[in-house]
């Protein structure tokens, strides 16, 4: 196999190794959103204020998870991340309240090493020309995660009002081994040989830096122009991941005046969320790969959440993300509308892949040398803001909400914009040294 096609067979497995984590994962938490009452100790567990500790560990574990990807490698770094997200689905098999705290202080930390090996490997695999192709193709099959584990919600447990001991058991028995079976996937990811050229065109490709101060690195890359451009972006998609990810699917769910069947709409919502992605990785990823440049598709990402938002407002009841169990009876301008409701869930998919699919191409790009600690500030970046977010979702009325986002999408799109064109004048200027 040449270098080119071990590379793209890389990216391939890596992100199938994704998707059967994160299918697991995800729908370990939309079981709890959607039926509260699975367990009597389901509320205390996973909410809002859990969902900030999470990524408030993984933020601050940013920090040193380059130099654990340096030392242990990306492959045995995803391997481990991955066991720590499976004991954390395993420890619902028959949850406590100690147990759980305990598995989300280490599935925080489990993240920011396994984002940062996932950040690196897709640098290494990639060049100038694969980079756009790779990023949407990597975010497009783990993005199927959100698909397969929302339709099992939606099907298999509609109109459940109660779902029994053996019933909960046995399904988090088999998110378990499914997380297990990505996680051993990662060790079919394969090392260049020393004697191949990469598809960076260098003489060697380990899978990791040999520095072991790639934390000091970071902190070196949170201050260079390039990055400080991007973190009002990267703080937009910590922001808006919260909200379509936690925030949105509660609001529909708390919409009583969508019938007795509203809870059971997470899960519908939840799987043209990730349609929405898909399709965007697949368009803006793997079919366009930076032919018409990076700025359009991040433009186009905030006029459809723009769209999205302001359908949201027009539909959502304002109390939505503090109602009761027993939901609103509240509405907002318009009658409210079921289909509408849904459209927005896939707008909002569909807008978040523009704007990550942009930046993981942009940053790969643009720190292919220091790969790992650049993706290390991203996700710190990224995860800090998402933890920020969690902690105010429950307090803030849905309108406040849209308008923070609203202002931050804006000022984070003139900053991407910023970005790129130095990245577009700088390739200019190399082509006519070159000459």
């Known amino acids: 196999m040449t270098p080119e096609g071990k590379a793209l067979s890389n990216i391939v497995i890596l992100g199938f190794g994704f998707m059967l984590m994160f299918t697991a994962f995800q729908t370990c938490g939309n079981?709890?959103?959607?039926?509260?009452?699975?367990?009597?100790?389901?509320?205390?567990?996973?909410?809002?204020?859990?969902?900030?500790?999470?990524?408030?560990?993984?933020?601050?574990?940013?920090?040193?998870?380059?130099?654990?990807?340096?030392?242990?490698?990306?492959?045995?770094?995803?391997?481990?991340?991955?066991?720590?997200?499976?004991?954390?689905?395993?420890?619902?098999?028959?949850?406590?309240?100690?147990?759980?705290?305990?598995?989300?202080v280490l599935v925080g930390f489990g993240a920011?090493?396994?984002?940062?090996?996932?950040?690196?490997?897709?640098?290494?695999?990639?060049?100038?020309t694969t980079i756009g192709r790779n990023s949407g193709l990597f975010w497009a099959l783990q993005q199927f995660s959100l698909l397969f584990g929302n339709l099992y919600i939606y099907l298999a447990w509609q109109g459940h009002d109660h779902i029994s001991e053996k019933d909960r058991q046995t399904v988090f028995i088999s998110l378990t081994v499914i997380s297990l079976i990505g996680c051993f996937l990662f060790f079919l990811i394969r090392k260049s040989d020393p004697s191949e050229p990469t598809p960076s065109e260098t003489?060697?490709?380990?899978?990791?830096?040999?520095?072991?101060?790639?934390?000091?690195?970071?902190?070196?890359?949170?201050?260079?122009?390039?990055?400080?451009?991007?973190?009002?972006?990267?703080?937009?998609?910590?922001?808006?991941?919260?909200?379509?990810?936690?925030?949105?699917?509660?609001?529909?769910?708390?919409?009583?005046?969508?019938?007795?069947?509203?809870?059971?709409?997470?899960?519908?919502s939840g799987l043209l969320i990730g349609v929405g992605e898909i399709l965007g990785g697949g368009v803006f990823g793997?079919?366009?790969?930076?032919?018409?440049?990076?700025?359009?598709?991040?433009?186009?990402?905030?006029?459809?959440?723009?769209?999205?938002?302001?359908?949201?407002?027009?539909?959502?009841?304002?109390?939505?993300?503090?109602?009761?169990?027993?939901g609103t009876d509240l509405q907002a301008y318009m009658t409210p509308n079921v289909g509408v409701a849904l459209f927005c869930s896939f707008l909002l998919g569909l807008g978040d892949s523009c704007f990550n699919t942009q930046l993981l191409s942009m940053i790969a790009f643009l720190y292919k040398e220091d790969s790992a600690p650049a993706f290390a500030v991203f996700y710190f970046?990224?995860?800090?803001?998402?933890?920020?977010?969690?902690?105010?979702?429950?307090?803030?009325?849905?309108?406040?909400?849209?308008?923070?986002?609203?202002?931050?999408?804006?000022?984070?799109?003139?900053?991407?914009?910023?970005?790129?064109?130095?990245?577009?004048?700088?390739?200019?200027?190399?082509?006519?040294?070159?000459?």
């Open 381 to 435: 970046i990224q995860s800090i803001m998402a933890a920020i977010a969690f902690s105010y979702s429950n307090v803030l009325q849905l309108p406040w909400q849209l308008l923070l986002l609203v202002v931050t999408g804006f000022m984070g799109t003139l900053s991407f914009f910023m970005a790129e064109w130095g990245v577009v004048a700088k390739r200019r200027d190399s082509d006519y040294d070159s000459i």
């Open 286 to 326: 793997i079919l366009n790969n930076n032919r018409l440049g990076r700025n359009p598709v991040v433009l186009l990402g905030l006029l459809i959440h723009y769209l999205a938002f302001y359908l949201i407002f027009l539909n959502i009841a304002p109390d939505a993300p503090q109602a009761p169990e027993e």
């Open 112 to 128: 920011a090493v396994l984002w940062t090996a996932e950040g690196n490997v897709l640098a290494i695999n990639s060049t100038d």
């Open 203 to 268: 003489s060697e490709a380990p899978l990791h830096t040999e520095s072991t101060d790639d934390s000091v690195s970071a902190c070196k890359l949170s201050v260079s122009k390039e990055m400080m451009l991007l973190s009002l972006p990267i703080m937009y998609t910590g922001l808006e991941l919260t909200f379509y990810s936690g925030v949105y699917g509660t609001c529909i769910g708390a919409m009583t005046r969508f019938g007795h069947n509203a809870k059971g709409l997470i899960g519908m």
């Open 31 to 104: 079981i709890e959103v959607a039926h509260r009452t699975v367990h009597r100790c389901y509320v205390a567990l996973v909410s809002f204020p859990s969902m900030s500790i999470i990524y408030g560990v993984f933020s601050a574990s940013n920090l040193v998870a380059p130099s654990v990807v340096a030392v242990v490698g990306p492959q045995l770094s995803m391997f481990f991340s991955g066991l720590l997200y499976s004991a954390y689905i395993a420890m619902f098999i028959q949850p406590r309240v100690w147990s759980f705290y305990t598995a989300s």
